[in-house]
């Protein structure tokens, strides 16, 4: 039933589809507005508090989660809070804040929300993935988008609310011999799927849509914060981000729920298995009532986060409700088991309740920004490339709704330091990485993969 409803809206995006395929030039989305209800409904039992629809109405076609403008905060503007501000001050530059640029390199993908690599074992080093929201992986060989997709499950993918569709896409450590690759989208009832899938044997260029096999379902409440990035880390376990199920102000308490995977960063072992095992380090493996594959709770919508190659930290930028986007941090070696905070805080702040909140346990983030400097953090990676070495160590991050790019680097005393970089145009969806570590920036709005470069 649900698909039928969404039938003749996917006639029309089919047709929108050949038409933006035949122009050079992507358009960009249609405005929010078009946007049908997402198709879920709440989970059984569940009594929202706030007095939000069903639909977030962003203010822009957005994937990651600008705040809900017409929704009333349950916070106060003024934020107050008895608890010292324990952050670093985003207001400590960087000791030398290198000039930056962006270079167009591709153009001519459809709302790209995601760009990879596959994998230091690649036997094509060069080549590049990029995640396009309806549902395909363009690749790229020798600097050229290919006429043919990586992959195309448009098919099965629901894309219609703005932060819905196909998220993201990881290869595991062993790719170039398995040939197996891991996918992150939502469903035609808008809930989250992990998927495997394998290379076409008549073709090892291509993804194979029909060797599927879904690994883990999450049912989504509402079509906003369905997270959605997976990684590998060193240890080799998937990574998975997941949002806080949606609406405004986690109406169902999911993020400090350890019962359930919403709000949470999840850590699996999809080796070997048909779909997943637990690993048994796992830090709520033996806690009664907990869902054994949290890694980390109490996370909003982590939209984007990234080890870095070098040290294995972990960097989770998640995106905040009204007042303040934050990076959070995790040192390489930690158990898991962080308490990223939320709802009980955004960023450094009360948030539930909003005043005289209970910091004890909870992990605040590293840095956090106002919304006078964006409204959707867009998480990217530490610069490990060899090209510009003034880059090195910097991780780098933007603001969806702003263009901003920042600097962030621990220095030697251990002190954060953070310097607004650069102000862009673009309407920044993600960061990608390539094997050899370069970082690019990708436009949701213009289409373009854009190359972050370093000046001389
Ligand atoms: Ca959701
Ligand atoms: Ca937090």
């Known amino acids: 039933?649900?698909?039928?409803?969404?039938?003749?809206?996917?006639?029309?995006?089919?047709?929108?589809?050949?038409?933006?395929?035949?122009?050079?030039?992507?358009?960009?989305?249609?405005?929010?507005?078009?946007?049908?209800?997402?198709?879920?409904?709440?989970?059984?039992?569940?009594?929202?508090?706030?007095?939000?629809?069903?639909?977030?109405?962003?203010?822009?076609?957005?994937?990651?989660?600008?705040?809900?403008?017409?929704?009333?905060?349950?916070?106060?503007?003024a934020a107050p809070t008895t608890i010292p501000e324990q952050a670093v001050s985003p207001t400590i530059p960087l000791t030398s804040p290198p000039a930056i640029a962006l270079e167009p390199t591709f153009t001519g993908v459809q709302s790209p929300v995601y760009l990879t690599h596959a994998g230091g074992d690649?036997?094509?080093?060069?080549?590049?993935?990029?995640v396009e929201k309806v549902g395909r992986i363009s690749l790229v060989e020798n600097g050229v988008v290919q006429p043919t997709p990586?992959?195309?499950?448009?098919?099965?993918?629901?894309?219609?609310?703005?932060?819905?569709?196909?998220?993201?896409?990881?290869?595991?450590?062993?790719?170039?011999?398995?040939?197996?690759?891991?996918v992150n989208y939502t469903d035609h009832g808008g809930n989250t799927v992990v998927a495997r899938f394998r290379l076409m044997e008549s073709d090892p260029r291509q993804g194979d849509p029909t060797s599927e096999q879904k690994i883990l379902q999450i049912e989504q409440p509402a079509s906003n914060h369905n997270g959605g990035q997976l990684q590998f880390g060193p240890d080799g376990y998937l990574?998975?981000?997941?949002?806080?199920?949606?609406?405004?102000?986690?109406?169902?308490?999911?993020?400090?729920?350890?019962?359930?995977?919403?709000?949470?960063?999840?850590?699996?072992?999809?080796?070997?298995?048909?779909?997943?095992?637990?690993?048994?380090?796992?830090?709520?493996?033996?806690?009664?009532?907990?869902?054994?594959?949290?890694?980390?709770?109490?996370?909003?919508?982590?939209?984007?986060?990234?080890?870095?190659?070098?040290t294995n930290d972990l960097y989770i930028a998640d995106v905040g409700q009204n007042l303040y986007e934050e990076v959070d941090f995790q040192p390489a070696g930690s158990p898991g088991g962080e308490n990223y905070g939320w709802d009980v805080m955004e960023g450094n702040h009360c948030f539930e309740p909003d005043t005289n909140c209970d910091p004890g346990g909870l992990v605040l983030p590293i840095v956090e920004y106002d919304h006078t400097l964006g409204c959707s953090i867009t998480g990217g990676y530490v610069y490990r490339g060899t090209r510009y070495p003034q880059l090195a160590g910097i991780y780098?991050?933007?603001?969806?709704?702003?263009?901003?790019?920042?600097?962030?680097?621990?220095?030697?005393?251990?002190?954060w330091t953070m310097t607004l970089l650069l102000k862009t145009d673009v309407s920044i969806s993600s960061f990608g990485e390539d094997a050899a570590g370069e970082?690019?920036?990708?436009?949701?709005?213009?289409?373009?993969?854009?190359?972050?470069v370093a000046l001389p």
């Open 1 to 77: 039933m649900v698909a039928k409803h969404l039938l003749p809206y996917h006639l029309v995006l089919a047709g929108l589809l050949v038409l933006v395929t035949a122009c050079d030039q992507v358009k960009p989305p249609p405005p929010t507005g078009e946007s049908p209800s997402p198709p879920s409904a709440p989970l059984p039992g569940a009594t929202p508090t706030s007095p939000a629809g069903d639909s977030p109405t962003p203010a822009q076609m957005a994937l990651p989660t600008p705040p809900p403008q017409t929704v009333p905060s349950p916070t106060p503007p």
């Open 122 to 130: 690649d036997p094509n080093l060069s080549r590049l993935f990029i």
């Open 150 to 182: 990586f992959l195309d499950i448009t098919d099965r993918v629901g894309s219609e609310a703005s932060e819905q569709g196909l998220l993201s896409v990881a290869f595991p450590p062993d790719f170039a011999a398995s040939g197996l690759f891991y």
């Open 239 to 310: 990574y998975i981000g997941m949002g806080d199920g949606g609406r405004a102000g986690d109406p169902w308490g999911n993020a400090q729920n350890p019962g359930v995977l919403l709000g949470k960063m999840l850590r699996i072992d999809v080796a070997g298995t048909d779909t997943y095992a637990v690993p048994a380090d796992n830090p709520f493996l033996n806690q009664p009532g907990a869902r054994p594959e949290i890694w980390a709770l109490g996370l909003r919508n982590p939209w984007r986060f990234a080890f870095d190659r070098a």
């Open 396 to 415: 780098f991050f933007g603001d969806f709704c702003s263009g901003n790019i920042w600097g962030l680097k621990q220095e030697a005393s251990g002190e």
């Open 439 to 452: 970082i690019y920036v990708l436009g949701y709005q213009d289409g373009t993969i854009y190359h972050l």
